[in-house]
């Protein structure tokens, strides 16, 4: 690893404070941690076009999808695994099982002259055989990410009622923010660092993705709301 004293001073992009904060340099350039099903070899996965193909695990398990595209290397952290996209694939494909519970998520991406970053999130649903867009950030993709696009994402977050992005799913999303550098230009994030949290719920939903039932009735909604105040879910 290397040391503490190449710590880049990024500004808070997120909140549009002035205040500075101190985040480390890139992660390895490796996976780690186990991934899961019979589309993934060793610390590689191939990108599974049917639910067959990903499988769906043992227990009270979810598998998910993280999808990673960019024409630069990025990085997402999940507990227990650190996932690499390499340059030369302009899109990679990761799976890994969740147990319920609040996970949280980092994408790191860093170029000096602007980086280019998206990642989605999928919620492989074993009962309705069915993917559930759990969450995409995008920015710069394909292109350059410019400040305006952060903007814009913050925007977008705010639709989503109480964190559910696809309402047939059983995963919120929370805590939406990021952090990011300069570019030479000034108008472009050189570095960014996004984080989130995945709550997982217990619950296996059995509607398929985009079925207008979905978050209907109050009956439908207890299932996935809690008690506590809505969480303020865009940076």
Known sequence: MRSQ?????????????????KIGPPPDRVTTGTLAGPMCQGDQCTCGKTFDEVGAPEGNKKRFEIRLASAQEL??????????????RAEACFYVDLAPGQHP?????????GVSAQLEIFELGAKAKTKYSTFKFSC???????F??????????KEFH??????????????????????????????????????????MPEKVS?????????????????????PEDAP
């Open 5 to 21: 004293s190449l710590a880049l001073v990024l500004l808070l992009g997120c909140s549009g404070s002035s205040s500075q904060v």
């Open 75 to 88: 990085w997402v952290t999940v507990p227990g695994h650190q996932l690499y996209k390499n340059p030369e």
């Open 140 to 146: 710069g993709h394909p292109g350059v990410c410019a």
């Open 210 to 230: 985009g079925d207008a039932t979905c978050g209907a009735g109050e009956g439908a909604r207890s299932k996935r709301d809690t008690a506590e105040p809505a």
């Open 162 to 203: 109480r964190g559910l992005h696809d309402a047939c799913g059983s995963t919120k999303i929370k805590g939406i923010n990021w952090d990011h550098g300069k570019a030479p230009d000034g108008q472009h994030p050189s570095e960014l660092l996004v984080r989130l949290t995945l709550d997982v719920y217990t619950f």
């Open 148 to 157: 305006d696009d952060l903007d814009a994402a913050k925007v977008s977050y």
């Open 105 to 113: 998520v980092s994408l790191r991406a860093s170029n000096k002259d």
